[in-house]
């Protein structure tokens, strides 16, 4: 399901050949399913193995521990932010709608809304995961927001967007609890784009 | 940490003679603890046992299997829903700043806290978790807080309320990420209240 790409920006490379990228992209679209699927203590090197059809030596070899492999796996894509920090420029008055917008589609795209979910499931339940979420993760998220928005913003009231669309995006594509689970997509973005823009102007 | 609370609402008790339950809310609180610290699918009623001091025969006695414990670990103590609920009453430019204090304190106070805690980690990673919340948590406390806010009122804009807050509690609470983790309470309340009334009377 995830789109293939680079393996540019994932740190430390073990003893990569030319020809190994299609195995270690594989290793790494598995290791997000299961990660996403069981959440980090739950997953086990062995059975992300399985799934991508390889020897669990060989995970170790291009990826380390599964604490390495979790790290690399949940790194976002190096657009997800930038999708996010691209739509704040445009018209002022529709800020709110191209925002939200742009958050849901992150969760809808499994390139990224799988990474999402394996992060979030984890940090629920564990806390290598919960510490990488807050010392990575949502800093550098949040810093990249407010470089985009402009140097004068609250943080605080930024933070609070990305709270009010995190919640809605856990009722939405996780938890799938109605009436947001089913809600028409418009309706809900029309519904809170307002709130969503006067955070991002406060 | 929970306070006491009577067994009046548990349904099928075991067996009970007097005396039996400082045993069985001890066994409560136990399951509590962990399946708020290790979701549903990693508790075992072994674990539950060994924190409560009992033998793991007592828990299949006095709750049955490990789901139907959890059902009864996660339901909410009868006052929380009408807590929110309860508040709605009152001065209406207030309703935000009311709504969102009651809601934080529900996180804030152990005995609520950490049957939300257990049902959200849970929840994350368990399909018969989410499915209890999908089922029975969510439509429950959707339809009290509609029946207290006045049946003219959409649903979707209220589920939007509760998912607005929803996303900062865990972000305040169980993921613990800044600026909200160690935002000024107040000061939280004042931001979103706007937000929430708003939301809520739709």
Known sequence: MATKRSHANNPKPRGRR??????????????????AQRGYAKATVRA???RAGVDPALIRHF??????LFAISVRYPPDVVSRL?????GDPDRLGE???????????????????????????????AAQHLRTVTQPDVLHQILTALGTDRAPESVALAGAHLFGIALARYLLKVEPLASLNRDQLIQTCAPVIKAYLEI
């Open 18 to 35: 030319a020809g190994d990228s299609d195995t270690s992209e594989a290793i790494l679209n598995a290791a997000r399913s299961e990660f």
């Open 48 to 50: 992300i193995a399985h």
């Open 85 to 89: 920090a691209s739509v704040i420029d």
């Open 98 to 128: 191209r925002f939200t917008d742009a958050y849901l589609s992150l969760w809808e795209d499994p390139a990224t809304g799988q990474p999402l979910a394996a992060l979030i499931r984890s940090a629920m339940t564990s806390a290598p």
């Open 63 to 68: 990826y380390g521990s599964k604490e390495e």
